[in-house]
């Protein structure tokens, strides 16, 4: 094992040491951000719903855009960088924020930094490693992005409990975020086929392989509302695991609709078992009086 790390090139360590750092200053600051907002700006709730849904939105919406404009640009490198660099500054920024709308500001510059380097990186992991190393160089990059995303509350939590104020908590995200900058320099562009060109963006997914049609359903269905209730959310993923996993296998010998209604009524089974069995609140329960 160890021996397949040390064989992944610069860019996969640079990238994954990167997103460690960059991970950990995120966490480190995301899980103040209630608190800020309500002990210090005095704002509800509701406001931090408003601030997350918009702050995500724009971030879902720019991954596709940036890796539009990254094919057709050639050159990933620099949004990376420009991701990176953008939400490093705007997370620090947090502690000037004098409303709620000024964490609004910060907290959309945050992920429009995400939204723009996400689907480059990827590309730029793809770019950097033989077809044979893609899996271990993909899952040493969340590796990494994991561990800092444990590093990054442990690190707050230790600032708050050395009695440093919340403000300057916030502000030492500066640190890491220079850290991440740098390194995000130091990657070099990988070199693209001379023979390939970029694919003009078009909403037909006729010429995308089947096994990626399938996988952008399992994500749609894994991320919908639909299967967020905690019944309904393991069932789901284990529709979807079993349409990936035997659909390809079964489907030529009995055929694709009879494979398909075969999961959907175990599923719907396995649904009404979890419904059914799901413990109910007592009717009279006492009033506590």
Same mark, same amino acid.
């Given at each position: 094992?160890?021996?397949?790390?040390?064989?992944?090139?610069?860019?996969?360590?640079?990238?994954?040491?990167?997103?460690?750092?960059?991970?950990?200053?995120?966490?480190?600051?995301?899980?103040?951000?209630?608190?800020?907002?309500?002990?210090?700006?005095?704002?509800?709730?509701?406001?931090?719903?408003?601030?997350?849904?918009?702050?995500?939105?724009? #971030? #879902?919406?720019?991954?596709?855009? @940036?890796?539009?404009?990254?094919?057709?640009?050639?050159?990933?490198?620099?949004?990376?960088v420009?991701?990176?660099?953008?939400?490093?500054?705007?997370?620090?920024?947090?502690?000037?924020?004098?409303?709620?709308?000024?964490?609004? @500001?910060?907290?959309?510059?945050?992920?429009?930094?995400? *939204?723009l380097?996400?689907?480059?990186?990827?590309?730029?992991?793809?770019?950097?490693?033989?077809?044979?190393?893609?899996?271990?160089?993909?899952?040493?990059?969340?590796?990494m992005?994991?561990? *800092?995303?444990?590093?990054?509350?442990?690190?707050?939590? *230790?600032?708050?409990?050395? *009695?440093?104020?919340?403000?300057?908590?916030?502000?030492?995200?500066?640190?890491?975020?220079a850290?991440?900058?740098w390194?995000?320099? @130091?990657?070099?562009?990988?070199?693209?086929?001379?023979?390939?060109?970029?694919?003009?963006?078009?909403?037909?997914?006729?010429?995308?392989?089947?096994?990626?049609?399938?996988?952008?359903?399992?994500?749609?269905?894994?991320?919908?509302?639909?299967?967020?209730?905690?019944?309904?959310?393991?069932?789901?993923?284990?529709?979807?695991?079993?349409?990936?996993?035997?659909?390809?296998?079964?489907?030529?010998?009995?055929?694709?609709?009879?494979?398909?209604?075969?999961?959907?009524?175990?599923?719907a089974?396995?649904?009404?078992?979890?419904v059914?069995?799901?413990?109910?609140?007592?009717?009279?329960?006492?009033?506590?009086?």
């Open positions: 094992m160890l021996k397949s790390l040390k064989s992944l090139p610069r860019t996969v360590w640079l990238l994954g040491v990167i997103s460690l750092v960059n991970d950990a200053a995120s966490d480190m600051i995301y899980p103040l951000v209630p608190l800020y907002l309500t002990s210090v700006l005095m704002a509800g709730p509701k406001a931090l719903g408003l601030i997350e849904g918009i702050a995500e939105a724009v #971030s #879902s919406l720019l991954k596709l855009v @940036a890796g539009v404009l990254a094919d057709r640009s050639r050159k990933v490198k620099y949004w990376v420009a991701g990176y660099g953008i939400a490093g500054v705007a997370r620090p920024l947090l502690a000037f924020a004098t409303s709620w709308l000024g964490v609004l @500001a910060c907290r959309v510059a945050d992920r429009v930094g995400k *939204g380097r996400t689907a480059p990186r990827d590309a730029l992991l793809t770019l950097s490693v033989n077809h044979d190393q893609r899996g271990l160089a993909f899952g040493f990059h969340r590796a992005d994991n561990f *800092g995303a444990v590093v990054g509350p442990l690190l707050a939590a *230790g600032l708050l409990a050395l *009695g440093m104020p919340l403000k300057q908590v916030l502000l030492c995200a500066f640190v890491p975020a850290i991440v900058l390194l995000a320099l @130091a990657v070099p562009e990988p070199q693209h086929a001379a023979e390939s060109k970029p694919i003009p963006f078009s909403w037909n997914l006729r010429e995308f392989p089947p096994a990626f049609k399938r996988y952008l359903v399992v994500i749609g269905l894994v991320h919908s509302p639909i299967v967020a209730e905690p019944v309904v959310r393991p069932v789901a993923i284990l529709a979807c695991v079993t349409v990936v996993l035997l659909l390809p296998l079964a489907a030529p010998r009995f055929g694709v609709a009879v494979v398909v209604t075969g999961i959907a009524v175990g599923c089974l396995l649904t009404a078992f979890a059914t069995s799901k413990p109910k609140r007592a009717r009279n329960a006492p009033s506590g009086r």
